[in-house]
């Protein structure tokens, strides 16, 4: 069974870091069809990508988001590490990390969520 | 990037009867290598989203066949063939054919039980 879960604070200040970790199981990330991405939804509103790790390292960041975030991943862990500096309280989110296969017939979805977990910014 | 626009932003139907929701994009979402990478996705309350449909219009493993998805280049649509009290929801369309990679979502339709 493909899950993964993310973890995280439930509370952090405005300007500091957030450091969020998806863990996975029933797939490696050394796979070469997979990938995992970030994704956030402030309450209320829609979904927001934010960024995805390929299975060679590659990376790719939201355009609007990009100076901010940083991708990783610890395939040994089984885990994909994203963190934001300079956090907000407009960064108060539910943040999902999601697979993405690439590759074959089933390229490009998002076919398996997280349960997500929320964050909130404030002093 | 590409910007994602549904309609309507809300659909209150009566149980039993169809629901369609639309989906625009800025550009075309036919990628290099031909397929088109849009994606609905249903997120009930409190949940997680969901894959529904994949490439337009391929249901995602244990998908109703109630929903189906149609469209081609810039315009797509989902459809409930008749909505149940389960369907009750957020649905979202998503791209991924933007190269580099940058997914982007559509605003969401709210289906609700009239």
């Known amino acids: 069974q493909v899950t993964l879960k993310e973890s995280g604070p439930v509370l952090v200040k405005p300007t500091e870091t957030l450091t969020l970790t998806c863990t996975v199981s029933g797939f490696s990330l050394s796979n070469a069809r997979m990938g995992v991405s970030w994704i956030r939804q402030p309450p209320g509103k829609a979904l927001e990508w934010l960024a995805h790790i390929f299975s060679n390292d590659e990376k790719s960041y939201s355009t609007s988001l990009k100076s901010r975030l940083t991708i990783s991943k610890d395939t040994s862990k089984s885990q994909v590490v994203l963190t934001m500096t300079n956090m907000d309280p407009v960064d108060t989110a539910t943040y999902y990390c999601?697979?993405?296969?690439?590759?074959?017939?089933?390229?490009?979805?998002?076919?398996?969520w997280g349960q997500g977990t929320t964050v909130t910014v404030s002093s | 990037d590409i910007v994602m626009t549904q309609t309507p932003l809300s659909s209150p139907v009566t149980l039993g009867q169809p629901a369609s929701i639309s989906c625009r994009s800025s550009q075309s979402l036919v990628h290099s290598d031909g397929n088109t990478y849009l994606s609905w996705l249903q997120q009930r309350p409190g949940q997680p989203p969901r894959l529904l449909i994949y490439?337009?219009?391929n249901r995602f493993s244990g998908v109703p066949d109630r929903f189906s998805g149609s469209g081609a280049g810039t315009d797509f649509t989902l459809k409930i063939s008749r909505v149940e009290a389960e369907d009750v929801g957020v649905y979202y369309c998503m791209q991924a054919t933007q190269f580099p990679l940058a997914l982007t979502f559509g605003g969401g339709t709210k289906v609700e039980i009239k």
């Open positions: 999601a697979r993405i296969p690439i590759g074959g017939s089933g390229s490009y979805l998002a076919d398996v």
């Open positions: 490439k337009i219009s």
